[in-house]
């Protein structure tokens, strides 16, 4: 008698180690999955952000407009202000859209 009840103890553990196994398993892949899906979607973000160039933008709408004279113009490409003002743009249109997720998502 003891040793059926060994038996199906023994096997009832190996189906909880072997369901646990599997759960893990499934986990990893759809980690996997979603991983490969998000890289890629970041891939394409990436890609249309860096195609905006809204700073080099801005001061050649300023530089046409004649509002600027040209020393400024180029005191303004040396100290950096196109590539800062751009960072700041993208800061808040990244902001923006994060606040589009919920937080019950975000929350753990």
Request: glycine letters at 8%; hydrophobic letters at 55%; proline letters at 3%.
């Amino acid at each position: 008698m003891n040793a059926i009840i060994n038996f199906f103890a023994s096997f009832w553990e190996f189906l909880k180690s072997a369901l646990s196994w599997t759960v893990g398993a499934l986990g990893d892949v759809m980690q996997g999955v979603l991983s490969v899906f998000f890289e890629g979607f970041f891939a394409i973000v990436y890609a249309l952000v860096a195609s905006l160039d809204l700073g080099t933008y801005t001061l050649s709408l300023a530089s046409t407009w004649g509002a600027l004279p040209t020393q400024a113009v180029y005191l303004l490409n040396a100290i950096g202000i196109p590539q800062g003002l751009t960072m700041l743009a993208y800061a808040y249109g990244i902001r923006l859209i994060l606040n589009l997720i919920p937080a019950s998502i975000t929350r753990v």
